[in-house]
């Protein structure tokens, strides 16, 4: 099931994306009730599989009166994306998490996960334009990274049983402001700028994805191919680091992983062939199975802040 969220009057509601177009749930519960179906993505989280059959069985049964159908189904280029996930308790990155990339920005491969954290504020959807925060950084380039959508609580999990703690999966843009990034040691000030953090368009169910571990992943930038690799060449791929992390914290329902990031991002290119991202650009995320996520870039003086 491919779930998202859509944004209305500054509000989220919860769709799903069937064939090319996406069913607003609250409109549709509005036309036939079902108080077992949720109408917020958290909710589905949360509630897990019985949600998710819950949505199934009444979409199935929506379906059968083409009047019904037909008044709540939204041509999905008329849709408004929020995030897909859109009030995670935690949000935690993996850093330096492909080999090829490590060795591009000619770092040491790390032996243990690189972690760190971003908030909520990042958080943006597909199609939203992003302001480039130019007061404060002029080096802001961009990162594909496959997520991780925890739906079952996890603490002292094995990496055999790691994954049956995924909900999902979905795409990111880790946009990264590199100045502000290695200004200390610290990288958080570099990844937490406003809507750092678009997700989506698409939460994929874990059931839809047989490998995470083996997806090609992908990175345009105004339809030049920057990033191009398989999740395959993540250090630590995704079981593992579910099962990592819960070790030392406990994973619930709705919190989220960035598992880093492939080879091709600006910082890996040698210093005078830097071209970081600029009022206009256009990025696109396309992640195997998980759709593609675009957003344009623009210059902070001509957005809505």
Not at 175 to 187: G, H, I, V
Not at 229 to 257: A, R
Request: proline share 5%.
């Amino acid at each position: 099931m491919k779930l998202v969220t859509i944004e209305q009057d500054g509000q989220f509601r919860l769709g799903v994306k069937l064939d090319g177009r996406i069913l607003d749930m609250k409109s549709a519960l509005e036309r036939l009730p079902d108080a077992d179906v949720p109408t917020d993505i958290m909710a589905v989280i949360e509630g897990g599989e019985k949600s998710v059959r819950a949505i199934t069985a009444y979409t199935e049964r929506l379906l059968e009166s083409a009047e019904h159908a037909e008044a709540v189904l939204l041509h999905e280029e008329a849709v408004q994306f929020g995030p897909c996930v859109t009030r995670p308790n935690k949000i935690i990155c993996v850093g330096l998490n492909y080999r090829q990339h490590a060795i591009e920005t000619n770092a040491p491969i790390p032996k243990y996960p690189i972690l760190f954290n971003k908030f909520n504020n990042t958080l943006t959807g597909h199609q939203k334009d992003i302001a480039l925060p130019e007061r404060v950084t002029s080096q802001v380039d961009y990162e594909a990274e496959l997520v991780i959508v925890i739906g079952k609580t996890a603490k002292y999990v094995s990496k055999e049983e790691a994954l049956q703690h995924v909900f999902g999966y979905c795409n990111v843009n880790d946009l990264s402001a590199r100045d502000l990034q290695m200004r200390t040691q610290q990288w958080l000030l570099g990844k937490s700028c406003d809507d750092f953090s678009p997700l989506g368009p698409y939460l994929v169910t874990a059931d839809e994805i047989a490998d995470p571990n083996d997806l090609e992943i992908k990175c345009t930038v105004n339809g030049e191919t920057r990033q191009h690799s398989n999740t395959s060449d993540m250090i630590f791929p995704c079981d593992e680091v579910v099962s990592y992390i819960s070790q030392h914290m406990t994973l619930v329902p709705g919190d989220i992983i960035l598992t880093g990031t492939p080879e091709g991002v600006v910082l890996g290119y040698p210093e005078e062939k830097r071209v970081y991202l600029k009022d206009g650009d256009v990025v696109t995320i396309e992640i195997e199975k998980l759709g593609r996520l675009t957003n344009r870039l623009v210059s902070e003086a001509y957005s809505n802040l």
